[in-house]
């Protein structure tokens, strides 16, 4: 049996979103996977009666153990509805001390596989693992690292959605007392521009897989020769098949977005599942769409992705 210990960091509001997420970590999750899970929250949320507890019960290759924090960012910045407890993952080491490393994941995210490969990649002495923004790729993204932080794209800045967390060596090196100083700034990616401020050269490269974004499906669809020649063919199609899908864009529960099929599938096969929810959402979408004028509509049509067939 492989214990792998994954941290998420939420608060009641998504309750629900991290339901569906853990559904489609547990139903992929090798025979011999058992996932360790730890969910830091802030000092106001009460899980005690959520359908969350039910799943131990249901799948068996789980524990969960809710932590509670407080005192910690305190009042630290929150912008694009993104809260709080978004800063968490930066004091994990401290938060998790029964592990030398961990994986973390935002909770609009849905797995296709088994996290086994990934937990067990050697880090060696890089704080983080973590997937690439492909900055390369994106003009206007270098202009805003350049203009905001003057930071160089070409030092690589990495998602913070989806991470290898090598506690030990965060520890050692006392860099939690520098994400702590550097989370009273008022970034606009917060904890994401703070681990790459604080970590350049540290960060070890991942597959664009560990994470797809909704800029990095964009890219595979829509400039895949491109990402092809960057990762190579045989990744990126490992990424449209079975990748992590992040939703770091639209939500899924929200309204449309790329790839937003396949989390409603897993909500519906997840303990959250609501069938007057999930009739309502449809039956809006649906009213909404013919509300528009054509022209709208095929313009809609005309952005969506059209590479469907690795989904």
Not at 192 to 216: E, G, Q
Not at 229 to 243: M, R
Request: aromatic residues 16%; contains cysteine; hydrophobic residues 35%.
């Amino acid at each position: 049996m492989t214990t792998i210990p994954i941290l998420f960091t939420f608060d009641q509001t998504l309750e629900m979103p991290a339901g569906v997420c853990f559904t489609s970590l547990l139903e992929n999750a090798a025979k011999d996977t058992f996932y360790d899970i730890f969910i830091l929250h802030g000092p106001n949320a009460d899980f005690s009666n959520s359908k969350l507890n039910d799943l131990p019960g249901k799948y068996g290759n789980c524990h969960l153990t809710f932590r509670k924090v407080e005192g910690e960012f305190v009042g630290g910045y929150e912008i694009r509805g993104i809260p709080e407890t978004a800063y968490y993952r930066l004091i994990s080491p401290e938060l998790i001390p029964e592990y030398d490393k961990v994986l973390y994941s935002d909770v609009d995210v849905i797995f296709r596989e088994d996290l086994t490969k990934y937990y067990e990649i050697d880090l060696g002495d890089n704080y983080f693992g973590a997937v690439d923004t492909c900055s390369q790729l994106r003009p206007w993204y270098q202009r805003y690292l350049k203009d905001e932080y003057d930071y160089d794209y070409r030092d690589g800045y990495y998602y913070s959605g989806n991470l290898i967390i090598n506690c030990k060596q965060l520890l050692a090196d006392g860099k939690l007392e520098e994400f702590r100083m550097l989370g009273k700034n008022n970034y606009h990616q917060q904890d994401m521009t703070i681990i790459n401020l604080a970590c350049k050269h540290r960060i070890l490269p991942m597959t664009p897989a560990y994470c797809v974004s909704t800029p990095i499906y964009t890219l595979m669809t829509k400039r895949r020769a491109e990402m092809e020649a960057i990762y190579g063919k045989d990744e990126i199609a490992h990424a449209l098949t079975t990748g992590i899908i992040h939703y770091n864009g639209n939500k899924p529960w929200n309204g449309p977005c790329p790839n937003a099929d396949i989390w409603w599938s897993y909500y519906r096969r997840s303990v959250f599942f609501d069938e007057k929810f999930c009739h309502d959402f449809w039956t809006g979408q649906r009213d909404l769409l013919v509300r528009l004028p054509l022209l709208k509509r095929i313009k809609m049509l005309l952005r969506y992705p059209k590479d469907r067939k690795e989904w």
